[in-house]
């Protein structure tokens, strides 16, 4: 029979564990990675950023846990997102956020596709 704490500390994470905040810059805070996919934490303080990118081998897929921001998802849109917000780039698709609040952002990013991705800056 398998061991349950190994079981627990590949399979089961705790976000309020994982979460790293920094004054100076947002953090991207890596909590699993497979040959298909990846997941982190961001934890952006108030007017901090994730800068506008896109992938083009995989999907992008953040989960707003905390907090409100504004979410890019091109060059000249915004969209007001918050806590329960799910969004989706898909690949070659643009998207950026920023902490646009007084509070802490917080979201689950989960990567899927061929790994490891890339990334393009505009």
């Excluded at 920094?22 to 901090?48: H, I, M, R």
């Excluded at 997102?81 to 780039?89: D, E, P, S, Y």
């Excluded at 689950?108 to 800056?121: E, H, K, N, Q």
Aim: hydrophobic share 35%; with cysteine.
């Amino acid at each position: 029979m398998p061991n349950i704490q190994k079981i627990m500390e590949e399979r089961v994470f705790e976000i309020d564990k994982i979460a790293k905040f920094d004054s100076d810059k947002p953090q991207k805070n890596y909590f699993y990675e497979t040959d298909k996919t990846v997941g982190a934490v961001w934890c952006l303080e108030p007017g901090q950023e994730v800068y506008l990118h896109s992938h083009s081998n995989v999907d992008d897929i953040w989960v707003c846990m905390e907090g409100t921001g504004t979410y890019f998802p091109d060059l000249e849109n915004e969209i007001q997102i918050g806590k329960g917000m799910v969004i989706l780039a898909k690949p070659n698709q643009i998207h950026g956020m920023r902490n646009t609040g007084k509070d802490r952002f917080l979201f689950v990013g989960f990567a899927a596709g061929s790994l490891p991705m890339d990334i393009t800056r505009y």
